[in-house]
């Protein structure tokens, strides 16, 4: 398996059928670099390819699932070339303004969720901690989400001015009610609240969480590979049916229109915030809802 070098900021294990393909930055919460990206799908492209692999696990090392994009960290490379996996567009590489941006984004994040949603082998998010933002479009990728009970949740972006994150599938995995409120204030929802709205199919205590996920894993790897595959398309479609993949097509266009807006009045497309002042925000708003 050949994976971007920037040392295991992935990492790939197989026990009894189960590929564990885990985020590997936990000193940054796991946040998402291209780097990440790039050996993310070289990691999926290794487990569908190996026949004794049944069943896909995405996990999160350390404390936390994923805290979202890279917008600070020492690794953050968002101005570094990759070849392209998910579409095919020229390189955003020293590109002025939207035209580095839109290239970027649809590439390392619509392109590559959508890549990942079409892998035809079952994936289980094994969710712990943070999911955040770009956190919860890696775990909505999956087919199934395992949370921990001390797991939470949250899109918070609407800090920056910006309708939620690329990979927009909040109306349909949280339904339009429930989304709007978490997208409209930023808030942290837990693990069980995420479970009634039918976001994630169990809540497990945190020590149980890869035995339990293991344990799921297992009784899907019992039945037929290639049913498993039909079934996962059939899902698929009818969700597109239901309008999810012209929505994000939709929703990724007002996306960019937040960021050149951004840009605009204020010569950043992330409307001023980076990884510090959206916490801050977050504290200060769960202290003014108290």
Known sequence: ????????????????????????????????????????????????????????VLAGN?????????????????????????????????????????????????????????????????????????????????????????AFFSDPVVRMGIPGVEYFAHPWMLGPRFAKEILYT????????????GMVNRVVPREDLAKETLAIAGRISAMPRFGLALTKKAVNQCEDQMGMRNGMDSVFGLHHFAHAHNAEIDTDPLGGMNAKSMAESARNSENGAK
């Open 1 to 56: 398996m050949t994976v971007p070098d920037e040392g295991d900021v992935v990492t790939y294990e197989v026990r009894d059928g189960v590929a564990f393909v885990t985020l590997n930055r936990p000193d940054y919460r796991n946040a998402q670099n291209s780097v990440m990206t790039y050996a993310l799908d070289a990691a999926f492209e290794h487990a569908v390819e190996d026949d004794d692999v049944k069943v896909i």
């Open 62 to 150: 350390g404390k936390h699932f994923s805290a979202g994009h890279d917008i600070g960290t020492p690794g953050r490379d968002h101005h570094v070339h990759y070849d392209n996996k998910a579409v095919m567009w020229w390189d955003h590489v020293d590109k002025p303004g939207g035209d580095q941006r839109f290239a970027r984004e649809m590439e390392v994040y619509l392109g590559m969720c959508r890549r990942w949603r079409e892998i035809p082998k079952p994936t289980i998010a094994m969710v712990q901690g943070a999911c955040i933002a770009g956190g919860l479009m890696l775990a909505w990728v999956c087919d199934l989400i395992v949370a921990s009970d001390d």
């Open 186 to 197: 930023g808030d942290r929802f837990t693990a069980q609240r995420a479970y009634e709205v």
